[in-house]
């Protein structure tokens, strides 16, 4: 074991140096009977060099009878020879001088091991008398750095000391002569505290005749404690009485040195064990005892180390230290820390670590182990292991990358740590990047990443956050869009480093894009939409004018295209659309923009005119390129083009001017106008009324101005009244009441006929309830909704049910119509609307029948239960016979279908008779009654069977 504290000098080279000053012969011998001490005066006695007996038994000196003489048994077998003259043994040697051996003192050497030393006097001629040879070992026990002492113990049981080395006073500062003896039989200068384990081994030793082991405290003339320690070897005498011969040395230093130690390893936070060479343990600090749960760690003095280690760990050590005795080469000693598994005294294990060194000193190999318990610092270790392995699960559930990167001061870019999204981002590793940042780089198109080097050395420049908005192409080819934040720190040695999340938005890029798109294209046919032409017109306008030239907007729309999505499906539709849209782009110059408006209107930017022949060369041309029919998967259409113009900056500055202009001018060559029509102030005029009405139709829409008028309609048969049709009326306070005539059009155009018909429908549900509650009969009331609404069935559906809910009505009084023109251009949907319908209840039916384009087998698919005849057909019913046998089939046709069959606009007692007599269910018109507000119709349903009343 190693400390701060200086080493002692053993009592080996004491006895050396003390020997050579002792002109007779000595020897000391140690436990095991092994030469430790030759001084000169022996190497001429016995003629050999000391070299040669060191190490050596006695045998080689003294004969065969010492073969086995070690330090406990040198007296006995020095007494066992006859007496020398002169005094000692006589020791016959054939062939030598005879000797004359004294068997001296005994000491306590390193380590509390034994030591014995003998004189031997030559008792040749030559030889010096033993009273020479008696001075001269006085004067060796004077020149000993200790104490040399005889004691007795008598048989009475009392103690003295006949002899006390004058080294009692070098170390205590008494004189001999002073050192008194107390009553118990102790040295007064012994210390009380040690006194009672000083008899018990007295009487020991007195009993059992083996060496006594000398340790205690002393106190010198100045009241100083010092540690006294040696050893004495007993001897009986004739009289009975015990002799001990012992030498004491001063150990003060040493225990000094040895309690400041332990108190230090006491103190320690980390177990320390020494060990000798065959695994035994020779100490352990208090922090071991508290490891391994050994309350008093005595316990471990004398056992294995293996003891301390779990069954695995053991047999593993065990190898390991057989190896290194053998052979010096082991994976213990001096490898630094190991973990190993520590068995507890109550067989419980703990982690530890271990520390294995090896120390030498006088010959002997001590190993020393530093324990640590690392439970502690494992469950730290395993929580941080669950942490980081739930960071990185976090960090690699990410869409995109967290990351750790670094910037050296010579520029180049590290990652010093990076999540596995860089796999389904780059196509790489996360450790292919870490060896190599440059990677990230050359994914970079070399515009992103010249901006995205600029921004980093801002950013670590200014140690400002940084963000990210980068385009890379992995190794696929796949190009990703990662957006971040990352924040800088600058280390010691220049570097930045950023810690950062960037995320993989390419799926959000591409719905940007995809929605950037939807803003500014026209999905179906990929021409720019209304939007884009406002943009693209400001352009044109600035270049027009820099040339002073015009520029021309044209609105066109398709002739007869509403007969393909009634007859063949709005899937045949779309795909005209898109050859009429590249038939539209081929007819047209580089530099004209064609765009789609919606429906089956398209918007055209003409740039570069400069007078009015010119716009008719190219509407001509666009006309000319329509006349051969659009040919699409084998079938042949023939699409005419209808076409409504304006000029900037004459008939407007504006790109939304100019639009409603052009649409002023198509309007008005549908209208009967020509193929094509340009903008005249006229339309204007129409078109400012037309704006003016919308304005008020969306004021009237938030003052709840629109009202239900109700016109009645009569059972043929009964002559009740089994119905009525809601209409729409605009109750406006400047106009009065407005005709459905001069609003619904331009509702229908401003896309706010939808919520007029929630407001008629809301007030019919109204009524509905009010005549009830008035205890009036029950008819259903049908309301008009437009196609429209029919496409949003969600919302449709949404209305009727909050209407019902509102106003508590029976869903069977609430019967909705639909156009046919509505119901035919997407029967599917209609269907399905239909049929949500009726499973709440409410029914429907075909108003306006004979002017659409209907389908004989989707109608009977159509889950309604009534078609109305359009007026159109009853007004000349008996004047026209081709009206007639019109009507007349359709009611045979409905009747077939199991459907009622309504005729509208009935105002003749003629129409009524026609009517009756073609079997028709049900009619309504002026005959009977014109619409009627609420109470007027309240007051007819009081009034029974209603009267015809021509006019």
Known sequence: MTSGVAPLPGIVSTLSAAAEAVSEALIALDADG????????????????????IGRSLDVVFGGDFAEAMASNLSAKVDALPPAPGGGRLLRRPGLPPLALHAGFSVTGDHGRPLATIVIRDLSPRADSWLETEERLGGFAASMPGIIFQRVAHRDGSLSYPFLSSGVHAVLGYHPAEMS?????????????????????????????????????????????KWLSGASQPRAMANGDILWDGVLVDVTERKRAELWLEMIMDRAADGIVTINEQGVIESANAAVGTFFGYADRGELI???????????DRRQHTRHMLRYRETGDGALIGAGPRELTGRRR??????????????????????IAVIRDITQRKETEGALAATRARLQTIADNVPGLVFQRELTAEGVLRFLFVSNG???????????????GELFLGAMDPDVRAAFRETLRQSASRLEPMEEDIKLRGRDGEERWLR?????????????????????????KRAEDKLTFLAYYDPLTGLGNRSLFIDRFDRARRFAESIQAWVAVLSIGLDRFGMVNATIGHTMGDKVLIAVTRRLQQSLEAGSIVCRAGGDRFLVLLTGLTDRADLREVVATIQDAFVPPIEVEGQQFDIGLTIGGALHPEDGREAETLIMHADAALHRAKGGGGAFQMFTPEMGARAAHLLTIQHKLRRGLERHEFVAYFQPQVDLRSGLITGCEALARWNSPEDGLVPPGKFIGVAEEYGLIDAICGQVL?????????????????????????????????????????????????????????????????????????????????????????????????????PIGKLKIDRSFVMDVTTDPNDAAIVQAIIAMAHALNLRVVAEGVETLDHLAFLREVHCDAVQGFLFARPLPGEDMALMLAGGPPQPNPR
Not at 191 to 198: F, I, Q, T
Not at 202 to 223: D, H, K, N, P, V
Not at 303 to 310: G, S
Request: proline fraction near 3%; hydrophobic fraction near 40%; aromatic fraction near 6%.
């Open 34 to 53: 092994g030469i430790l001490v030759v001084n000169g005066a022996a190497e001429r006695v016995f003629d050999r060099r000391r070299d040669d007996l």
């Open 181 to 225: 003896v107390a009553l118990d039989g102790c040295l007064n200068a012994i210390h009380w505290a040690d006194r009672e384990s000083y008899l018990r081994r007295l009487r020991q030793s007195a009993q059992t005749l083996a060496i006594c082991s000398e340790e205690f405290r002393a106190i010198t003339r100045e009241g100083a404690v």
């Open 302 to 312: 004398g056992r294995r180390v293996e003891i301390l280690m779990a069954e695995a």
């Open 346 to 367: 109550d067989g419980t294990t703990f982690a530890l670590e271990l520390a294995l060194s090896e120390v030498r000193t006088e010959g002997r190999r001590i190993f």
């Open 422 to 436: 860089v796999h389904e981002v780059l196509g790489i590793t996360p450790e292919a990047l870490l060896a190599d």
């Open 484 to 508: 971040g934040w990352s924040r800088p720190s600058r280390r010691e040695d220049g570097s930045v480093v950023w810690d950062g999340v960037t995320l993989d938005v390419t799926d959000r």
């Open 762 to 862: 809301d007030d019919s549900c109204r009524w509905l309830s009010t005549w009830r509650a008035r205890g009036l009969p029950q008819v259903p009331v049908a309301v008009n909704i437009s196609g429209r609404q029919f496409q949003n069935a969600r919302q449709l559906v949404a209305m009727v049910d909050q209407a019902l809910r509102q106003s508590g009505v029976d869903p069977r009084l609430l019967e909705l119509e639909l156009t046919e023109s509505s119901a035919m251009s997407d029967p599917e949907n209609a269907i399905a609307v239909v049929n949500l319908l009726r499973e709440r209840g409410v029914s429907c039916a075909i108003d306006d029948f004979g002017t659409g384009y209907s389908s004989l087998s989707v109608l009977k698919r159509f």
